[in-house]
């Protein structure tokens, strides 16, 4: 269940009130007149199915409430009542298929701002995976993927494309490749300042490394583990069970390919560099890729289940 709470203009109350009303999957309706200050309204509270929050989320964005009042939305973690229970039942679907796309568009684009932070993450991931590729240490490989940011753009990037936003195409696109530019910069120069300390050489980036050597060796199965990965992390989004990301991030070579690209630029190894670009551009496009077509298949989804939903009122 979601919980919203609205500011209204006095004179949208009994409209906006009706809109919820006539909601399938909406309860708990509350109505406090005059209370609110700034703006100045009435506040608006109700409960609704998770199933059916982004049709009245919508329906009240369409209304011109989130510029002349205020829409938040919260999950509610612990609803014990019986008209919750059948709310939930009224509404067409399961509360884990649906999907926000509000809350998507606004996470996604809090997560594809280019920023000292991201930028900082990124390039600690990368250079966390050029100790792990020097050394041939599949651990350190492993805890590189995970602290990586990456796939706010990529969904980002998934998400605008299905909105038909271009601003925040290239607003994704920006903070995806201006990071990993900024990262792999740094990481040359992070092989650059270790090969001074002699804790690198170049006999480490020729060597076999039966662990690593995947990384600068791209195939098909690089874009095919790379497309399933973009799907469950977009369900891991779309169904808010973040847990999964972490699964996705260490499914995929993105980092560890920019940091095999930067250490064995540094050494003028281009063969690797140009065979980690690849394996960089395999992995990117298809976590893009498939994150367009899992919400693509989601929106067709859901707009079949609302047409063979008869409308009713709750």
């Known amino acids: 269940m979601l919980h919203l709470r609205l500011i209204t203009p006095a004179d949208r109350t009994d409209d906006v009130v009706r809109l919820i009303e006539s909601t399938v999957g909406t309860t708990h309706l509350v109505v406090l007149s005059g209370v609110a200050r700034d703006p100045v309204g009435d506040v608006v509270m109700c409960d609704v199915a998770r199933e059916a929050g982004d049709e009245l989320i919508g329906a009240l964005r369409e209304t011109g409430l989130d510029r002349a009042g205020s829409i938040a939305v919260d999950d509610i973690g612990l609803s014990l009542s019986e008209r919750a229970d059948r709310a939930e ?21 809090e997560e594809s701002t280019l920023n000292v932070t991201y930028v900082a993450f990124l390039a600690v991931a990368t250079m966390l995976a050029a100790c792990g590729v020097m050394l041939d240490n599949a651990i350190l490989i492993v805890g590189a993927m995970a602290v990586g940011p990456e796939f706010g753009p990529l969904a980002g990037i998934s998400t605008a494309l299905v909105r038909r936003a271009p601003r925040l195409v290239w607003r994704s696109l920006w903070a995806l490749l201006a990071g990993f530019a900024a990262a792999m910069a740094l990481t040359a120069g992070f092989s650059w300042l270790l090969d001074t300390l002699g804790l690198f050489e170049k006999s480490m980036v020729e060597a076999a490394r039966p662990n690593t050597a995947f990384i600068w060796k791209p195939d098909w199965m690089s874009f095919v583990v790379a497309f399933l990965a973009g799907i469950a992390g977009t369900l891991s989004l779309t169904s808010a069970k973040s847990g999964a990301l972490i699964g996705v991030a260490i499914s995929v070579t993105t980092v560890p390919a920019a940091a095999n690209a930067a250490v064995a630029f540094s050494y003028r190894d281009y063969s690797q560099t140009w065979g980690s670009s690849w394996q960089l551009l395999a992995n990117l496009g298809g976590i893009v890729a498939a994150g367009t077509l899992t919400l693509l298949a989601q929106k067709a989804f859901w707009a079949w289940q609302r047409e063979r939903t008869p409308a009713q009122l709750t």
């Open 89 to 109: 039942e009224d509404a067409p679907g399961e509360g884990a298929d649906a999907v926000l796309w509000e809350h998507l568009a606004d996470a996604t684009h």
